[in-house]
């Protein structure tokens, strides 16, 4: 690992989110809230970090892969911290702890919060938890590869380090020019929702922060009983497609755009995503009516609008699940652990992972019966190379013994097995809610500070997709690790 070149690129993003900082201070003005301070404190010292980091190290032209999962994951560390500074200085939270749980849940789309009452935060604390989603959403790093020529080189290592999955397309032959489309599809679609929820009878303040939330697959509302506050069937419809939309790969809309709807149909990924949304709806609407609902039409409401935010890892709420019955409780977390589509902004194993595992398994039913047969796993057309799903069987093993460890780790503090269990899914999904004392109607708060350091690491392992995170904890990796060099200020001198 270069590890000079990787600390000069984390400087840059430093001081890129140091721009984003900035953003909310109109906001306070505007609302007279008293927040500007904190922001501007916040963004110095970001700036003041990351100028350092680019002062002390030189870049590096040479990054490889190894580089790239460093970037990747210190880079989302740099920023919760840094994202979590205007909610310390802003006096709302009880500790350090809580502000970057608050924090890192934001960037990583998780959208789990400690928080109990969100009317008392200030207008422009909870747009900073908003955009944190936003700029989460389609990625850092994919940002930065849009807006910064400097991370031109090596950018499709960083790339890939932040969306491993199984299917990434090029859009364009140069990897800035692949980010510039994915983040101007993804702006054009926010611009659209807020403008559809403002018809709807939102204000452009809260009609942002829910639009930032959804496209992001985040699940941040600016109100305790989330999008519910609003009691509004339209309003829920357009949330409800938005959601959908952002769990669906974003190469798909782009191709849309361009005038080839067919796209969507022809992908298989996309016509398994939309027949779990159906059938899973189905399920909850017939379990439910008749024990939990008398209409049909609130029914079916909350069962679309609740398997929507659950698959796709929004986590915005309509209705306390937690009251449903058991089998529509076991149903929504199959659903935690599927997510969202290759190349969404979504979590969770991915929709393409869980399809490719069921044609292994079904490859293996069919050799029992036929040994003799050659028979090999496509995608729509494409026959899928063996190292694929290769990749696939070892991020399940991984995910399973990740979220065995993490499950015993949280209720070894303390925490009941209910709440410690869908705790973990629920962040390392990069879901929000989990069932029992961290239900939709309940919050993290109340957990032990070690818990939530655990559920942390969580947030950041879900949305990296587990491998950036766990290459790290390898002695390989470090072994290979150059020591950082400082820059040549002598030389700087003398060449000027």
Not at 21 to 37: A, C, E, F, K, Q
Not at 308 to 334: N, R, Y
């Amino acid at each position: 690992m270069r590890t000079d070149g990787v600390l000069n690129i984390l400087g840059k993003l430093l001081l890129l989110i140091s721009l984003f900082i900035l953003l909310p201070i109109p906001v306070s003005l505007i609302y007279h809230d008293g927040m500007t301070r904190a922001f501007l404190t916040s963004a110095l010292i970001g700036a003041l970090m990351g100028g350092s980091l680019i002062a002390l190290f030189p870049p590096n032209s040479e990054l490889g892969y190894r580089d790239g999962f460093a970037v990747a994951t210190f880079s989302w560390l740099g920023l919760a911290f840094l994202g979590a500074l205007p909610f310390f200085f802003s006096g709302s939270f009880p500790s350090f702890v809580d502000c970057y749980f608050e924090s890192m849940s934001g960037f990583t789309t998780t959208g789990s919060t400690i928080l109990s009452n969100m009317e008392i935060l200030p207008r422009s604390m909870l747009f900073w938890r908003a955009l944190t989603h936003w700029i989460g959403g389609m990625g850092i790093i994919v940002l930065s590869l849009a807006v910064l020529p400097l991370l031109g080189i090596g950018g499709m290592q960083l790339f890939q380090a932040e969306m491993p999955g199984p299917t990434k397309e090029r859009l364009a032959p140069r990897m800035q020019d692949t980010a510039r489309i994915l983040w101007g599809v993804y702006v054009l679609i926010t611009f659209i929702e807020i403008i559809l929820l403002m018809l709807g009878g939102m204000d452009l303040f809260d009609a942002s922060c829910h639009a930032f939330a959804s496209l992001a697959t985040g699940g941040f509302s600016t109100y305790t009983a989330s999008v519910s506050e609003f009691n509004s069937p339209y309003i829920e419809a357009v949330i409800i497609f938005f959601m959908f939309v952002a769990g669906t790969n974003f190469t798909l809309h782009y191709h849309a755009l361009h005038g080839r709807w067919r796209v969507y149909w022809q992908s298989e990924e996309f016509r398994f995503y939309l027949t779990l949304v159906a059938v899973s709806s189905l399920i909850i609407v017939l379990a439910n009516q008749g024990r939990i609902y008398q209409s049909w039409l609130t029914n079916i409401r909350d069962a679309v609008f609740q398997v929507v935010s659950i698959i796709t890892t929004t986590g915005f709420g309509t209705a306390d699940f937690d009251k449903w019955p058991a089998l529509c409780k076991i149903l929504l977390v199959a659903l935690m652990f599927i997510g969202g589509c290759a190349g969404s902004t979504g979590g969770g194993i991915k929709v393409v992972r869980m399809l490719l595992f069921l044609k292994y398994a079904r490859l293996q039913l069919r050799k029992l019966v036929h040994p003799n047969e050659v028979n090999t796993i496509k995608m729509g057309n494409i026959k899928v190379p063996q190292e694929v799903m290769l990749g696939v069987l070892g991020f399940l093993a991984i995910y399973i013994v990740f979220c065995g460890l993490a499950c015993m780790a949280v209720t070894a503090q303390g925490v009941d097995m209910i709440t410690g269990v869908t705790a973990v899914i629920a962040t390392l999904n990069n879901i929000g809610p989990g069932l029992n004392a961290v239900g939709p109607v309940q919050n993290f708060g109340a957990l032990p500070a070690l818990a939530k350091v655990i559920l942390i690491i969580c947030m950041l392992a879900g949305r990296l997709e587990l491998y950036t995170v766990v290459v790290l904890l390898t002695p390989d990796f470090w072994k290979m690790a150059r020591r950082p060099k400082l820059r040549n200020f002598k030389r700087l001198s003398l060449s000027r």
